[in-house]
Nanobody, 130 residues
Framework: QVQLVESGGGVVQPGGSLRVSCTAS????????VGWFRQAPGKEREGVAC????????TYADSVQGRFTISRDKAKNTVYLEMKGLKPEDTANYHC???????????????????????WGQGTQVTVSS
């Protein structure tokens, strides 16, 4: 069973930093593109960062460019999202996803190709508040 599990969310003050993680247990995240998304109450889901399979280049949404960094550890089969300079508007549920046939868009979204091979985690809550 394909499963993605996120961890590392929490409450942080404005300007602070946080790192969230995405782990898979039944396949290698290295072999497929992985995207981080976020969704705040009452808002649409937004793709914020994406890492391409194998060669590992990254793309970001304009809203997080320069503040967020997506990376991966092949040995740990984990993809990270390092967030710095957090703002209250970054408050959301963050979740990772992969699609065996997908790709990363130029603005940080994982594009799902619709072949039913996309997998999503349950998410981890990030709250930025003083």
């Amino acid at each position: 069973q394909v499963q993605l599990v996120e961890s590392g969310g929490g409450v942080v003050q404005p300007g602070g930093s946080l790192r969230v993680s995405c782990t898979a247990s039944t396949f290698s995240l290295y072999d497929y593109p992985v995207g981080w998304f976020r969704q705040a109450p009452g808002k649409e889901r937004e793709g914020v960062a994406c890492v391409k399979s194998r060669e590992g280049s990254t793309t970001y949404a304009d809203s997080v460019q320069g503040r967020f960094t997506i990376s991966r550890d092949k040995a740990k089969n984990t993809v990270y999202l390092e967030m710095k300079g957090l703002k209250p508007e970054d408050t959301a549920n963050y979740h990772c996803a992969t699609d065996f046939f997908g790709y990363c868009s130029k603005n940080g979204s994982l594009i799902v190709e619709g072949y039913g091979q996309d997998y999503w985690g349950q998410g981890t809550q990030v709250t930025v508040s003083s």
